[in-house]
């Protein structure tokens, strides 16, 4: 590649040595970007390592009070709250579930408070019925599911929990809304940090 230096002594450049110069400024200007980008894919590349069982298992473990892993499942207890992480490497999912109540004990305005947090203030946590059952979960895929989002998930999940039935959040974030159900946000409660 030749680079062609501005002549200093001289006053005039010829229209010839002009396009020279900027057309060897602008190779040396698309080559670098080009370096740069491909550093940068590269970089990511690199830093998207996979989430694996033993990962999930280790990342738990560090957050967790106690713990008991068999047969794809982890339960484990924040504070005094029970929670589970089932997965399934093969299927690529994944998901963190708490148990609440038991749904002969809700009122109805429980249920439906529940639905309109779940648009709202429940964010990447869901309310969720089964086996006659509420439960506070979040799914997700297991291999794109980064460190800093499954300890977010488990805070989420812990928080959606606890408030259910006060102030039905995950967060301190509430998307506003046309809500008509009696949910009070104003209520603030400080969690644990886990």
Known sequence: MKCTKLPVDEKLFTR?????????????VLVMKWF??????????ISAQQMT???LIEIIEQEADTLSIG??????????????CIYDAKANRMRI????????????????NALVANFHSVL?????????????VYTHPLKELTEGQLTDAIQQVYAAAITFGDTYSSTNLVFPGNSKRAIDTTKTRILKKL
Do not use: C, H
């Open 16 to 28: 010839q040595q002009s396009k020279e110069y900027f057309f060897d400024l602008n190779r040396n």
């Open 36 to 45: 740069l980008f491909m550093a940068l894919l590269f970089s990511t590349i």
């Open 53 to 55: 069982s033993e990962r």
């Open 71 to 84: 047969n794809n499942q982890i339960q484990f207890k924040i504070n005094t709250g029970l929670l589970i």
């Open 97 to 112: 579930i708490s148990p609440i109540v038991e749904r002969k004990k809700l009122t109805e305005d429980k249920l439906l």
């Open 124 to 136: 990447d946590v869901k309310y969720a019925l089964s086996d006659e059952i509420i439960w506070s």
